[in-house]
């Protein structure tokens, strides 16, 4: 079983940076296919991040690409995502997810997720 704990989102303005954290509990971290997903009001949940249990294969949605960076500390069992240059249509919940195996950009994939977290991105 993992817990996974987001760090609080919050509001910022178009074009400024975020940086979320999800803290997991447990000693087998590194063993975990990590996902960061965001739900808006009225659509569904889709996928923005993942990161293997390595670090070294990364994938990203094509909306994010180029502006947001997953990056993992296993030491620290954390995963992370640096949010820059963010639109008003990043506004959304925001949730980190653990995979036992593998791992996709499906949210089915995916055993253990967090609370979610609220970023708002004002225009």
């Known amino acids: 079983q993992v817990q996974l704990v987001e760090s609080r989102g919050g509001l910022v303005q178009a074009g400024g940076s975020l940086r979320l954290s999800c803290a997991a509990s447990?000693?087998?971290?590194?063993?975990?296919?990590m996902g960061w997903f965001r739900q808006a009001p009225g659509k569904e949940r889709e996928f923005v991040a993942a990161?293997?249990?390595?670090?070294?294969?990364?994938s990203y949605a094509d909306s994010v690409k180029g502006r947001f960076t997953i990056s993992r500390t296993n030491a620290k069992n954390t995963v992370f995502l640096q949010m820059n240059s963010l639109k008003p249509e990043d506004t959304a919940v925001y949730y980190c997810?653990?995979?036992?195996?593998?791992?996709?950009?499906?949210?089915?994939?995916?055993?253990?997720w967090g609370q979610g977290t609220q970023v708002t991105v004002s225009s």
């Open positions: 990161i293997t249990g390595s670090g070294i294969t990364i």
């Open positions: 447990g000693r087998t971290f590194s063993r975990y296919y």
């Open positions: 997810a653990a995979a036992n195996v593998g791992g996709s950009r499906r949210s089915q994939d995916y055993d253990y």
